[in-house]
């Protein structure tokens, strides 16, 4: 292993991170802020409860991941997309590093970045609604696997773009309505029946279902269901990026 | 005596890209280890073709590469190791500093940190007092030396620079011929593509010229100049003359226009120069001469007429 290389890699794309502050970690808590304002504080508030819990206090969650799989995907693929559009790839591409030391780097750099705004957005939530969470281990392996496997989901989105066009596309035309449909701001058993099971072929319902069992011990579909799910996930990135660099896809050719 | 094992080893390599275009046709190629190696060909013959295969950054479709005996595909890491590249575009981060760029380069081959070395390749390079500033205020010469300086940082025994003086100008593009001067110097080898043909005769050790594709020639620098080499040799005349003798009809002579000047173009590659009977055949014609001076065609001569033949 290249550690060095690793180190090189994540330590760049972190001071990416540092350098991009603003947009990065302070944006997205202000739009979280303003989701708890609107959806927790004047809607929730003629909301009694969903499933025993407070309103406002049951979308946390929800919003920490959807906060975390927007910005996972959309740092790493900004972070391996933009050496591809402003040619400092080559030197990426003529270093002695393997694939898995490339990945590593970039999607750790990508993970780390959208694990501390999560733990920032729940921090804030705190600050406007009771938290209490049954499970912080749970919840750290949810946040932690959910942060890195739309890590690699962004990599991938990054190679595949030819364009800016291409790069937001997937977010915002799947991500952002799979999340806002996951059960962010509502129990999938709140949905009559039909709907209900359409919406179990969304992945990001299992995530979330997981995320928030972690917090109050409700949930949409079984632990295990969730966590099976989502490694699920992992594994078939993991397989696409491996293809991608053993074929050379948009990078070699 | 073995000759040395190449440092480079190209053998039967073809790369033909998605599009159908063969880009490269059965390239075989060994460059010397401690030669300054210049690429020569037109735009689009595939000379960062070649480099960027070499370098690990396309894939081949054929043939084989060894970089100091080892595979570039089987074995990149150590093939890898060995090279440090500059390519043809300025290829720079713009928010970073000259010197985190340049200390990342180096963590990016494997190397721990040393700060002595890259402080080294800046001041070689003139960059040390750049090194807090960030790449984006650089001017372009600056940014093409920061990419040359990425390339040092992890000293390696080859250095490939693709078309490195292309908008620098006249005095810096000295000063970094010096620094390839001195690189050669501490042993390392040089492979580089140009556009300024004075460049590859006046550096290079061996040249090479692609077209199409393929290589049409491999040469000592000496040896192209003298295989290919026509020299022409100019005499003064102290008299004008009307014609040229029908005498002297052998030696294909041409006259100019205003009768003063007599021109002779020959070989020499050949046995004979045919200049010593010449001068005979000049003074028993009654042809005296008040002077005489010869030019041997360049490089560029040489190339153009390599790159043009059908």
Redesign the interface.
Known sequence: MNYRAIRAIYLFEMARTWRTLLQSIVSPVVSTSLYFVVFGAAIGSRITEVEGVSYGTFIVPGLVMLSVLTQSIANASFGIYFPKFVGTIYEILSAPVSYIEIVIGYVGAAATKSIILGLIIMATAALFVPLHIHHPWWMLTFLVLTAVTFSLFGFIIGIWADGFEKLQMIPMLIVTPLTFLGGSFYSVNMLPSGWRTITLLNPVVYLISGFRWSFYEIADVSVALSLGMTLGFLAICMVLVWWIFRTGYRLKN | MLAPPPIISVSNLSKT??SGFKALKGINLDIKRGEIFALLGPNGAGKTTLISII?????LSEGRVTVGGHDINSD??????L?G?V?Q?L??????TVW?TVS?????????KNPAHIEKVLKDLSLWDKKDSKIITLSGGMKRRVMIA?ALSHEPQILFLDEPTAGVDVELRKGMWDVVRGLQASGVTIILTTHYIQEAEEMADRIGVINKGEIILVEDKAGLMQKLGKKQLTLHLQQKIEAIPPALAPYKLQLSSDGRLLTYDYDTKGERTGITSLLTDLRNAGIHISDLDTTQSSLEDIFVSLVRAP
């Not at chain 2, 290829?91 to 970073?96: L, N």
């Not at chain 2, 990342?104 to 721990?112: E, M, N, Q, T, V």
């Open positions: 890209y998605g370098c690990g950054i396309a894939n990149y890491r150590a093939a890898r190791s090279i590249l390519p575009e290829h720079t981060d713009s928010f970073e985190a990342f380069s180096r963590g990016l081959f494997g190397k721990p990425k």
